[in-house]
């Protein structure tokens, strides 16, 4: 089974509409993170989570909320989806107290029309 | 700020022939590197990671980087390319926090690489 799930996998909504997109991981990592990926950009950061306790806003937080209801769950919330927020959406996780990558899940293709 | 270039979007090569994709980065302190790899639909692997020490780092699939901290480079190369290294390739480097671990990734833009039979 894999270490990073991502559910679901493949997402399309109407604007205006709230979606959860959810993240499981076994592997016991305290860092939890929410990249989305658009075609030229590159990988860029939403929020992360070192702890059940600590949440972070990342460089574009903007429209986005973040649950981390328990050690291995991070879950994204758009409030009500837009166009713009149509992008491939990354989990990660990463041990808090090492030096260690981030290790990252098969990602949620998110359409908004 | 932190921040990481890829001055390649897109690179073509044939098989067999050798591989250097470029990146170049903007980090006020020793840097904390890393290159990942996308093949189509998947998620992303990481191919090799630079903390420390020895400035040529060795990766999985035959690929090595080599930081360069005059140059603020931490290019990525591979001597014979297969056709099966087809895929985005994304430069990354990570903050350091006050207890010396890292965090925080912030990634290239990537570069795509074409492989011809």
């Known amino acids: 089974d894999a270490d990073v799930t991502q559910t679901p996998r493949n997402r399309i909504t109407k604007t205006g509409k709230r979606i959860m997109l959810e993240c499981s991981q076994t592997?016991?990592?305290?860092?939890m993170y929410w990249y989305r990926q658009d075609p030229g950009l590159g990988l860029r950061l939403i929020y992360y989570?070192?702890?059940?306790?600590?949440?972070n806003k990342g460089e574009i937080s903007d429209g986005y909320s973040v649950s981390r209801q328990a050690q291995a769950k991070f879950s994204l919330s758009l409030e009500s989806a837009i166009p713009n927020q149509t992008a491939l959406y990354f989990c990660?996780?990463?041990?808090?107290?090492?030096?260690?990558?981030?290790?990252f899940g098969p990602g949620t293709r998110l359409t908004v029309t | 700020a932190q921040s990481v270039t890829q001055p390649d979007i897109h690179i073509t090569v044939s098989e067999g022939a050798s591989l250097e994709l470029r990146c170049n980065y903007s980090?006020?302190?020793?840097?904390?590197l890393f290159w990942y790899v996308q093949s189509p639909g998947q998620g992303l692997q990481l191919l090799l990671k630079?903390?420390?020490?020895?400035?040529l780092v060795q990766g999985i699939k035959g690929f090595e980087a080599e930081f360069k901290r005059s140059q603020s480079s931490f290019n990525l190369r591979k001597p014979s390319v297969h056709w099966s290294d087809a895929a985005e390739y994304f430069c990354?480097?990570?903050?350091?926090?006050?207890?010396?671990?890292?965090?925080?990734?912030?990634f290239g833009k990537g570069t795509l690489l074409t492989v011809n039979p």
């Open positions: 990354a480097v990570s903050r350091r926090n006050s207890g010396g671990s890292n965090y925080k990734l912030t």
């Open positions: 989570s070192f702890d059940v306790k600590d949440i």
């Open positions: 592997k016991g990592h305290d860092r």
């Open positions: 990660a996780t990463q041990p808090g107290t090492s030096l260690e990558e981030q290790y």
């Open positions: 980090y006020g302190a020793t840097p904390y």
């Open positions: 630079y903390f420390s020490g020895d400035t």
